[in-house]
């Protein structure tokens, strides 16, 4: 039987049709309409924890952020004290060439004083040995130049 009593062609559909279309629709729309809430629920919490996820990944991001600034402030607090040492050692370098400098030319000029105390005081002796040896030695010197004995400072060889 046809739902509309006139001919429209291929637009006027058989009644059992329509039935069957109506129930097939009933089915899909039972079916749906207890699964696509399922299906927004799922995809309501994938949502959420995407978003849980993404706000987590953004505070550790922050958070690496903040370490990272950190290291490079500990960074340049460790090249600042390295750099302090450095200059530190290069000051005590400085002191200890200088009072080993000054401690060599201590030394050195001890060791010139030193050397002529002794000089002076082996001269001394010398001239000492040599003063009581000259005055005979100046006079056998006079009377051999003479030829006869010169008499001077009363002390005569024979």
Known sequence: MKLIPMDVGPLNPELLDV??????????YGVLSRVLPRIGKVLYEREQATEGVLRCSEDLEAEAERVR???LQALA??????????QEAREEGAELIAAARAEGIRERDELIAAGRARIAAEVEAAEAALTGTVTELAT?????????????GGSRRG
Request: glycine share 12%; net charge negative; aromatic share 6%.
């Open 19 to 28: 039935v069957v279309g109506l129930v097939c629709f009933g089915v899909a």
């Open 69 to 71: 600034e950190r290291y």
């Open 77 to 86: 607090e460790a090249r600042h004290d390295a750099a302090r040492i450095r």
């Open 140 to 152: 056998e010197l006079a009377d051999r130049i003479l030829g006869e004995p010169a008499g001077v």
